[in-house]
């Protein structure tokens, strides 16, 4: 397949350039307030229905919005890269959310814990706190592919809160290298649903991440359970905040904290199931998977879902240059495009008939029919084979019928104008 830049975007430039979204960017801190205004606007209001605006804003306001809004293809020149990369601007951005996320956590913790809920406005605030956790992960994924220190252990402080922090190693270290292939957990394959992906990605990653740190500490002679070992570092500090919480607020609230944790961790199941759903990198001659490309993830330019999560969804830039900063991601030409942001996909997800509806049908487009070119679920192996090769068998038929009554009336054609 192939992959390039639109020609504006790698031409060289001597013109100075600045981002044009730049300050928009700073909006981003708002995000987490606003799914934590529920409670407060409850507290101003007496209103419970008020704890469920946060979950609308984000599961259906910002999938409309981005409908609104639609795609931005744009890409920096590629002679701004470079500064662009180094201007610690946005890295500040990121750095401040830790803390404000953390902040927001304990906030929900403590709401739940002093005030008397029903039973739906509890759901809410948890969904709520769980959209906070999956913020938490979102930034977490943009520290730890940082190499300075600093972005490391900010990464571990936030992914503590939701007990996620073993994905700072199963991902870097993981997923990035098994990706698009059957031994990867974190692939979604053609016909499996989310709710059969979940039970194969989470307790997958999890041993995925202690072996490969069990590795490292025996390559360091260490014990595996040594305090060098990052699994247990975010362990500690999990174990830490959970017991201040109970200390503080009684341990009844450990059924809210692990209830808003699944729902944050769910988020991240959410985003790796659609990010490379059904895509198989080819097998070489030898045995090894071909290098990841653009083309081996799913994208998305839908511009407030972008703006929301730190670009994430150039998910296709990402697998392939994943030091990359966000701000400098970019779109490619010929590269496997979603139909909506992120958070419009997860909804369609959490639908399996539709979700295969939709994205099956984009999913043969990229390999021409060729079902055998896609990571496909074993167990539905047989019941997919069957049914898109006669499908494909079909659509070629059509096409061949086509061909020849064009071929025909071009005959006929040149016969009447002889």
Same mark, same amino acid.
């Given at each position: 397949?192939?992959?390039?830049?639109?020609?504006?975007?790698?031409?060289?430039?001597?013109?100075?350039?600045?981002?044009?979204?730049? %300050?928009?960017?700073?909006?981003?801190?708002?995000? *987490?307030?606003?799914?934590?205004?529920?409670?407060?606007?409850?507290?101003?209001?007496?209103?419970?229905?008020?704890?469920?605006?946060?979950?609308?804003?984000?599961?259906?306001?910002?999938?409309?919005?981005?409908?609104?809004?639609?795609?931005?293809?744009?890409?920096?020149?590629?002679?701004?890269?470079?500064?662009?990369?180094?201007?610690?601007?946005?890295? %500040?951005?990121?750095?401040?959310?830790?803390?404000?996320?953390?902040?927001?956590?304990?906030?929900?913790?403590?709401?739940?814990?002093?005030?008397?809920?029903?039973?739906?406005?509890?759901?809410?605030?948890?969904?709520?706190?769980?959209?906070?956790?999956?913020?938490?992960?979102?930034?977490?994924?943009?520290?730890?592919?940082?190499?300075?220190?600093?972005?490391?252990?900010? +990464?571990?402080?936030?992914?503590?809160?939701?007990?996620?922090?073993?994905?700072?190693?199963?991902?870097? @270290?993981?997923?990035?290298?098994?990706?698009?292939?059957?031994?990867?957990? +974190?692939?979604?394959?053609?016909?499996?649903?989310? %709710? @059969?992906?979940?039970?194969?990605?989470? *307790?997958?990653?999890?041993?995925?991440?202690?072996?490969?740190?069990?590795?490292?500490?025996?390559?360091?002679?260490?014990?595996?359970?040594?305090?060098?070992?990052?699994?247990?570092?975010?362990?500690?500090?999990?174990?830490?905040?959970?017991?201040?919480?109970?200390?503080?607020?009684?341990?009844?609230?450990?059924?809210?904290?692990?209830?808003?944790?699944?729902?944050?961790?769910?988020?991240?199941?959410?985003?790796?199931?659609?990010?490379?759903?059904?895509? +198989?990198?080819?097998?070489?001659?030898?045995?090894?998977?071909?290098?990841?490309?653009?083309?081996?993830?799913?994208?998305?330019?839908?511009?407030?879902?972008?703006?929301?999560?730190?670009?994430?969804?150039?998910?296709?830039?990402?697998?392939?240059?994943?030091? @990359?900063?966000?701000?400098?991601?970019?779109?490619?030409?010929?590269?496997?495009?979603?139909?909506?942001? %992120?958070?419009?996909?997860?909804?369609?997800?959490?639908?399996?008939?539709?979700?295969?509806?939709?994205?099956?049908?984009?999913?043969?487009?990229?390999?021409?029919?060729?079902?055998?070119?896609?990571?496909?679920?074993?167990?539905?192996?047989?019941?997919?084979?069957?049914?898109?090769?006669?499908?494909?068998?079909?659509?070629?038929?059509?096409?061949?019928?086509?061909?020849?009554?064009?071929?025909?009336?071009?005959?006929?054609?040149?016969?009447?104008?002889?």
């Amino acid at each position: 397949m192939s992959l390039s830049l639109p020609e504006t975007t790698v031409a060289a430039t001597t013109v100075a350039w600045r981002d044009p979204g730049r %300050y928009r960017w700073l909006l981003s801190l708002l995000v *987490p307030s606003l799914v934590g205004a529920g409670p407060l606007l409850f507290m101003a209001f007496a209103d419970v229905r008020l704890l469920w605006l946060p979950v609308v804003l984000v599961y259906i306001g910002l999938p409309l919005l981005d409908a609104a809004l639609g795609a931005d293809t744009s890409n920096p020149p590629q002679a701004a890269v470079p500064a662009l990369e180094a201007d610690r601007y946005y890295r %500040y951005i990121t750095w401040a959310l830790v803390p404000m996320l953390w902040a927001w956590f304990v906030f929900a913790a403590w709401f739940v814990a002093t005030h008397t809920l029903p039973w739906h406005g509890l759901l809410a605030v948890t969904l709520a706190t769980g959209v906070v956790g999956g913020f938490c992960i979102n930034v977490g994924h943009e520290l730890g592919h940082k190499r300075s220190r600093l972005e490391q252990t900010l +990464a571990k402080l936030v992914l503590a809160p939701t007990g996620y922090g073993h994905f700072f190693i199963e991902h870097n @270290r993981g997923h990035h290298r098994d990706v698009a292939t059957p031994a990867d957990p +974190a692939s979604s394959r053609m016909g499996e649903s989310i %709710y @059969r992906f979940v039970w194969r990605e989470m *307790p997958g990653a999890a041993r995925r991440a202690w072996a490969l740190e069990s590795e490292r500490m025996q390559r360091l002679g260490r014990s595996r359970w040594s305090l060098r070992n990052d699994i247990v570092q975010t362990s500690i500090i999990t174990l830490l905040f959970w017991s201040l919480l109970m200390l503080w607020l009684g341990p009844a609230i450990m059924l809210f904290v692990l209830a808003a944790s699944f729902w944050a961790n769910f988020q991240l199941t959410s985003a790796n199931y659609i990010e490379h759903y059904g895509i +198989a990198r080819l097998r070489l001659p030898d045995g090894r998977y071909e290098p990841c490309q653009p083309h081996h993830s799913w994208n998305s330019n839908h511009l407030i879902s972008n703006w929301v999560l730190f670009q994430l969804q150039r998910h296709s830039d990402h697998h392939a240059h994943a030091a @990359r900063r966000y701000q400098c991601l970019r779109n490619f030409d010929d590269i496997p495009q979603l139909p909506s942001g %992120y958070f419009g996909m997860f909804l369609l997800a959490y639908v399996p008939p539709l979700w295969f509806r939709v994205m099956d049908a984009r999913l043969l487009a990229l390999v021409g029919d060729d079902v055998l070119r896609l990571n496909i679920e074993p167990s539905r192996r047989k019941q997919l084979l069957r049914r898109h090769a006669q499908h494909g068998a079909e659509r070629t038929n059509a096409q061949v019928g086509e061909n020849r009554a064009l071929s025909e009336q071009n005959c006929d054609a040149d016969t009447t104008i002889g």
